[in-house]
């Protein structure tokens, strides 16, 4: 058999996957089975923020590998207090539960919400207000905190608590927090999944300004957005706002799974022993990765992220086919005039992998891809979209 056949017989059909098999990778360039290349223009989905086989970050995690893989939560182990550490120093927050994933990340900050609300307002101040179009996740609270019928349709009953403000309404959004008895408000900065829409620095923080004049939780979900994607460690930074949990995931581990809810002065002390865990949560060779990742962001990095999505925009707004480039650093959207599945399959044939968010292109190329390369794949994407 096949690859496809095998994974057509063997594993569940969740994933409508792209026709090609992909066996190794150098950086930003990507290789299948058949030793064709292709420019990775979308790092898995916003995860391998160097790329491919990264030196120093494989080099450390199989450092970490052959002297102590997991060791459990039961005892201390240091690369997760590292990480924990510079994380806390680049953001302000003050302490952080490590998951798996970004969904795990979400859960634990809607649980966090809804014990810092008991604590503080009652246990009938459970309801989460999130946004129209957003994504937070596909397990079944995270799901319901994901404001996209299509996603919730056969899944029903939804876990209770959570309820939907249009995207960009600072108006409906205040109201849905009066309306409710709530414990906090989630966003997006940029609704990623939902089509590279960037909320704006406005409505951002009319919405941290309406949970503090409501005494409830301003939750900013980073699991696409952070760690650097934007152009700022985390993207909330590029609007002066201070979020009381931050939820981190996809490129912090810089290509292996972790998930990571920071919390500030208020949720700091919410969680006690007991009250949530998770068995491979801050694993050391993960974190090993993960120490990788933080210590190479500095500003000259995340300043380097900018001028490259400049660039990249740049190269894509205006071009034939195109009708609107949105995002912010190297977290782009395009609208293009065609249909997105067919711009993605002849983008394939010129040897460039990219992504979708609904119908619209969505490029998330690795934090460190070089301008050589970045600038083939948008000559490649503008010569497509303009067929
Ligand atoms: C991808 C994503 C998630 C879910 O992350 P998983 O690691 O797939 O669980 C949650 N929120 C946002 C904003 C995401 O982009």
């Given at each position: 058999m ?6 057509a017989?063997y594993?569940?059909g969740?994933?409508?996957?792209f026709?090609v098999t ?16 292709y420019?990775?223009m ?39 207090v590292r ?5 806390a120093?680049?953001s ?9 994933s ?14 810092w609300a008991a604590?503080?307002?009652g ?34 009953p ?18 849905a927090v ?13 609704q990623?999944?939902?089509?590279v829409l960037?909320l704006?620095g406005e ?6 300004d ?13 699991v ?6 934007t ?11 201070t979020?009381?949990?931050v ?21 700091e ?17 993960v974190c ?9 962001l ?9 001028r ?5 925009a740049?190269?894509l ?10 995002g ?5 959207g ?5 249909p ?8 394939r ?8 968010a ?13 301008d050589s390369?970045?600038d083939?794949?948008?000559e490649?994407i503008a ?5």
């Open positions: 096949t690859v496809k056949e095998k994974d017989r594993i569940a969740t994933y409508a996957r026709p992909l066996v190794r990778g150098s950086g930003a360039e990507l290789f299948d089975d058949g030793g064709r290349r420019i990775d979308g790092s898995g989905i916003g995860v391998n923020i160097f790329g491919a086989a990264d030196p120093e970050w494989t080099a450390a995690v199989s450092a970490q590998l052959s002297t102590l893989a997991h060791a459990s939560n039961l005892y201390f182990t240091e690369p997760c990480v924990a550490e510079k994380l120093l680049k302000g927050m003050k302490k952080v539960f490590f998951a798996n970004g969904a795990e990340a979400n859960e634990c900050a809607i649980k966090t919400a809804r014990k604590e503080h307002k246990a009938d101040h459970f309801t989460v207000v999130t946004l129209e179009g957003g994504f937070h996740g596909r397990t079944l609270a995270t799901l319901a905190a994901t404001g996209q019928e299509g996603l919730h349709r056969d899944f029903l939804l876990t209770p608590g959570f309820v939907y403000a249009p995207a960009g309404d600072a108006e409906a959004l205040e109201r009066s309306e409710n008895k709530c414990a906090a408000i989630m966003i997006e900065t940029v990623g999944e939902g089509g960037p704006g409505f951002i923080r009319a919405a941290e309406i949970a503090r004049r409501h005494d409830i939780l301003f939750i900013v979900d980073e696409q957005t952070g760690v650097g994607r152009g700022k460690f985390y993207s909330y930074m590029h609007y002066g706002v979020p009381d949990i939820t981190s995931a996809k490129g912090l581990g810089g290509g292996l799974p972790i998930g990571a809810a920071l919390f500030g002065e208020r949720t002390g919410v969680l006690t022993p007991g009250s949530h865990g998770s068995t491979f949560g801050g694993n050391p060779a090993a990765g993960a120490e990788v990742v933080l210590d190479r500095t500003g000259e990095f995340l300043a380097e992220v900018t490259k999505g400049e660039r990249l740049a190269a707004r205006g071009a034939a086919g195109i009708r609107q480039v949105t912010l650093g190297l977290m782009l395009a609208e293009t005039v065609r997105v599945a067919d711009i993605l399959s002849e983008l044939a010129e040897g460039v992998l990219a992504l979708k609904h119908d619209r292109l969505r490029l998330l190329p690795p934090l460190n891809i070089p390369l970045l083939e794949a948008a490649k010569k497509v979209c303009a067929k």
